[in-house]
Every structure is written in C-alpha cells, then in structure tokens.
C-alpha cells in the first residue's frame, strides 16, 4: 500500500498566517493557475532581490526561466506562494522553492519575497512550509548556494538550524546545509 499522500492533498493544503506588522497572508502551493502571477512577481523584484536569489542580476526580469520555476510535481520540485489581497485582486508577495539535486537525496531550495514585505518573517515562514515539505518527501538534507553579502539570507536560515560555510575558500559564496534528519 502506497502511503504518500496524493498530489491533490499537496495542492489543497494552505495557511493564513501573520507576519510579525499583524498583516495575514495566505500561503498555499504554487498551482498551474499562477503561472502569469508567478511570472509577473518575479520580474517586479528589484534588481537586488533578483541578484540574491538568481546569484545573477537580470536587468529585464527573468529570462526563460518562468517555465521551469513553474514546474512543480509537489515532490521533486516544490513551490509556496504568499499571496495578500491588493485592491481586492490577490497579489504574489514571496515564494519558497526545492528541486530535487539528480542523483542525491538532497533538494536545493530558494526563496525571495518583495521588497516592500521583507523584514516581517514572511520568508522564515515560506521556508518553514518547504522544510516540511521535504521532509515529508523524504528528503535527507536542503541546501543554498548564496552571495555572501546576502545577509538577511544568512540570518534567516541560521535562525531555521542550517549550517553555512564558504565554497571551497571562496568568500564571496556561502554554502548552506539543513540536516532534515534531525
């Protein structure tokens, strides 16, 4: 008997939680409707923001890479969005996601959250949604690859129990590693 849960339980789950100003934000998977939503969020990150979480700084948004990022299988490959209302049109404000490293049991995880909403534990919080996740998805160990002057970065996932170090003596990386194990 299989007892993994079904992609629908994945795609159904959801939360509203409060951020640290008391504002609610809904956070859910990432699901095929937000395609356009997803794709218009990230090309509104500011450059800063793209450059932290691409490792690369994309001055005209983010070429071709909408169709990937929006590959999600809710088991090799996993997304959380947090939307709020806005105008009463629901609005992307951050996303948290893993992919599976081929031919390990480790995934590679990444989030980025507008500007406007950072500093308000909205990215401890979709992190704390994909640990669970690839957890729950058998995963032995998340890893992130970020520049090393990415400081709210290093904070946050310090806080979430990872462990960092430099790449093989160049300080310009941090390399991080979760234990899910534990």
Request: hydrophobic fraction near 40%; charged fraction near 25%.
């Amino acid at each position: 008997m299989n007892m993994q849960p079904s992609d629908d339980v994945f795609a159904s789950e959801h939360w509203v939680e409060h951020l640290s100003d008391g504002t609610a934000v809904l956070i859910r998977p990432l699901r095929a409707q937000d395609h356009e939503r997803d794709k218009r969020f990230m090309g509104a990150l500011n450059y800063e923001v793209r450059r932290f979480r691409f490792l690369a700084g994309f001055s005209g948004g983010v070429p071709n890479m909408a169709v990937q990022l929006m590959d999600v299988d809710y088991r090799q490959r996993m997304a959380y969005v947090a939307l709020t209302h806005k105008s009463g049109q629901l609005c992307q404000i951050g996303v948290s996601r893993y992919a599976a490293i081929p031919g390990s049991s480790n995934c590679e995880c990444a989030v980025a959250v507008c500007e406007h909403w950072q500093r308000k534990g909205l990215g401890r919080l979709l992190m704390g949604h994909l640990i669970d996740a690839a957890r729950r998805n058998g995963y032995q160990h998340m890893v992130s690859r970020d520049l090393s002057n990415n400081y709210a970065m290093h904070r946050m996932v310090k806080a979430l129990g990872f462990t960092s170090r430099y790449i093989g003596g160049d300080v310009t990386e941090l390399f991080h590693e979760l234990d899910l194990q534990k």
